[in-house]
């Protein structure tokens, strides 16, 4: 098969993991930069081009997609899209998951137990929103934000007013939620493939930090889910419409709750700690669901054509 790996880092290590894999199962790899690719389309046709060369010919892409240029990747996977080419993560479902605000009421709607979560207005009653949300502290959180990037904690009415002025003033909207005490600096990440559940471990913040993300210096270990964890996260990707996924929970008093659903989940954190080789099982996925869209469609024209 030839398969598309959108990514602007071919030296990141989830690019070089999916290349690695597919290589050796013995398919045409290749990387591309989508920030630097073109979609024409008309009534009827598509194409994109790349370095002004069209790309044809692709079974499946993989999209490696960065926050900041979210809008931008998911045109490109909808080009695809249009040109029949199979896409572990759909555009309107990566368009989804990046908004915080969107995915987290989508998931509340569906009966998905998440942090209880406030979304303010500009000129806020900052004590009321706290008295709605339990008490301080609270976590102020960026609409899109990667590895703990603007995601802030809030441990007093001054900080939080004064934060919550400067986001307003760089016209840049956030969420405000419930600090989960009991979970003392510890998530959970887990990577389902087609809804199945591949890697697990837990993270847990180093002194002095409340982000768990590794990039921030977090400790990692393999750990098992509860058979009510293993349920929530599989309710959440399949709500979200993602094939590949990465879930991120807490676990609180009243039961887990996600945080957030990724649909270009780093693999290094996971692989390295789970020694689980989760670009393979992307592979494996992607050679089943390529093989059953192709018998799909020559069932139907075969159909059409009698």
Avoid: W
Avoid at 91 to 100: I, V
Avoid at 143 to 163: D, F, K, P, Q, Y
Avoid at 208 to 237: C, M, P, Q, W, Y
């Amino acid at each position: 098969m030839k398969i598309g790996i959108l990514s602007r880092g071919p030296q990141l290590y989830s690019t070089r993991s999916l290349l690695r894999a597919g290589i050796r199962h013995g398919h045409n790899i290749r990387v591309i930069d989508y920030t630097r690719c073109n979609v024409i389309f008309e009534r009827g046709t598509t194409r994109i081009e790349y370095d002004y060369t069209t790309l044809k010919n692709f079974d499946a892409i993989i999209p490696r997609i960065g926050a900041s240029v979210t809008a931008q990747g998911a045109a490109v996977i909808n080009g695809f899209e249009m040109m029949n080419v199979f896409s572990t993560a759909r555009s309107e479902a990566l368009l989804l998951s990046r908004n915080k605000l969107r995915s987290l009421q989508k998931l509340a709607r569906c009966g998905v137990d998440i942090p209880k979560t406030y979304f303010p207005s500009p000129g806020q009653d900052v004590e009321q929103m706290i008295d709605c949300l339990g008490g301080m502290p609270l976590v102020i959180k960026l609409l899109e934000s990667t590895h703990g990037a603007g995601v802030i904690l809030s441990e007093s009415r001054a900080n939080l007013e004064a934060t919550m002025e400067a986001f307003q003033r760089l016209k840049s909207p956030v969420i405000v939620q419930e600090y989960i005490r009991e979970a003392k600096g510890s998530d959970i990440r887990v990577i389902l493939v087609a809804g199945e559940i591949i890697a697990v471990m837990r993270r847990q913040a180093q002194e002095g930090e409340f982000r768990s993300n590794l990039h921030r210096g977090a400790s990692a270990e393999t750990i098992e889910l509860t058979d009510e964890e293993e349920k929530i996260v599989k309710s959440a990707v399949r709500i979200m419409g993602l094939d590949v996924a990465g879930v991120d929970l807490l676990r609180s008093v009243r039961g887990p709750l996600i945080m957030e659903v990724n649909a270009s989940p780093g693999l290094e954190g996971i692989e390295t700690t789970t020694g689980i080789d989760v670009s393979s099982q992307i592979i494996h996925f992607i050679e089943k669901r390529v093989k059953e869209l192709r018998n799909y469609r020559n069932n139907l024209k075969r159909i059409n054509d009698k």
